[in-house]
């Protein structure tokens, strides 16, 4: 049987989810994003998640984008937990620059945070990290392919990563063709700096080498108008700027530092940002966490926290049906959920634009064969009515989650999404830095026709002997 469990965090305006890939006798951690605003809420949220996993590694940390509320507390928490992988949406000198001039515009950055977005195989390297993942965009389709059907081993998976120095750790599958260069970090550390299309999922094996019915598949944002334009205007503001190698990333490091230690150039950075200025997210990944099959020969059992149900009816006693039923546990009321091949995915968005036509149709091109498996949406850009659309909202889904702060000026999430998410019959939840809001979901998924399912689904989450 395998189990996913995964949590939001309670970090207001920002977004730190965290997971885990159960077998009987492993476990695969992973992250998406660890940062907010509220740098207290923050700072509690990683400590509790560090100390309640007893967690000193990360097998994987996925970036949905650089902003400084997704990504405030990595520093925090790799100063506490080493992450062996960390995949980062596509990098290049535009998105870079723009990067580096939005924060110019907006404030102070700090000489960390530079160093961050014009350099992570070094930043994330001088914090323990072995390999950096850069996932980039085109035009293949989602390549689910076999094993989709027989959950077997792909042709063209060639080599494992296996675990560092944890043999209970699921290893993970991916390509050496997409390694670009191993380099050297400031602390002398070797960094595996891969360059992968985004038609690559990534894969998990069991211990005995069969891969798992589950899936973590990204969707990278293709390039915009916008970041053509922005692209045109540093061109001439910044003629002399060194190449952007990911192979080689110091120059650009050292020159972008030197553009901020100078004020003309500073404001002549800002300029470029304001002057380009129409959508300040240039790009985020998207991260799909959840079965590659779901078909009546999978049952799904799904435990959900809180005193709601998935319909948002206060939960009481009902008798088990064959295919839908909740129950108690304990002191607290959970919503717990079974049934033949129900949804168990969990999707995870970032500030992605999806009001913009052609990339919410790239999107749902990319995902087609995956979105009917979707329990769970994390909707994009904490609930703005300027980033959401209601095609978003599919058949299977149940529960939409904005994570935003309680009051905040931005107005997140608007009432609007609220309302749309509501007349579709699904449950809206705002996680906000408020501990009561935190929201988190088990998953498990077995054989149709086990009769111990439920129990084995609390026994691999330890709450049965």
Known sequence: MLVNVRRQHPVGQGFFSTGEVRTSGAVFSYVYDCGSFDRHALEREIASYVSANKAERIDALFVSHLD???????????????????????????????????????????ADYIHLVSNPPDWLGSRGTGRVAFLRPDDSPLQIGQAAVSLQAEAHITIEIPPVNDPESLPMVLDPHNRVVTVESSLGMPVEVYDVSHSTPLRLRNERQEVLNWMFAWFAHPHTELEEAFREIVE????????????????????????????????????????????????SLVLYSGPIKMS??????????????????????????????????????????????LPAAWLGTGDSDFRNGPRRDAFQSHYAALLDFVLTL??????????????LLGEGLAVCVASAGRGGRYGHPHSDVIDKVATRGKVFLTVTEDPRS??????????????????RFWRVLGLLE
């Open 68 to 110: 400084w509320d997704h990504v405030s507390g990595l520093d925090v928490l790799l100063g506490m937990v080493r992450a062996d992988t960390v995949f980062l949406p596509y990098l290049n000198a535009t998105k870079s620059l723009f990067l580096a001039a939005a924060a110019v515009a907006e404030g102070d950055p700090s």
């Open 236 to 283: 001439a503001a910044f003629p002399n700027r060194p190449e952007f190698d990911l192979a080689n990333l110091k120059p650009w490091n050292e020159w972008l530092l030197s553009v901020l230690q100078r004020r003309a150039q500073r404001k002549r950075l800002a300029a470029c940002y304001k002057s380009a200025f129409r959508n300040r997210n240039l790009t």
């Open 296 to 341: 009546p020969e999978f049952q799904t059992i799904v435990e959900i926290g809180g005193a709601k149900d998935l319909l948002g009816r206060e939960l009481e006693e009902r008798p088990q049906t064959q295919q839908r039923f909740v129950m108690r546990r304990t002191s607290e009321v959970y919503g717990v959920h079974g049934g033949l091949g």
């Open 378 to 391: 994390a909707v994009p850009h904490h609930g703005s009515s300027s980033s959401f659309h209601e095609r």
């Open 438 to 455: 935190a929201y988190h979901e088990c998953v498990g998924i077995g054989q149709a026709g086990d009769t111990d399912l439920a129990n």
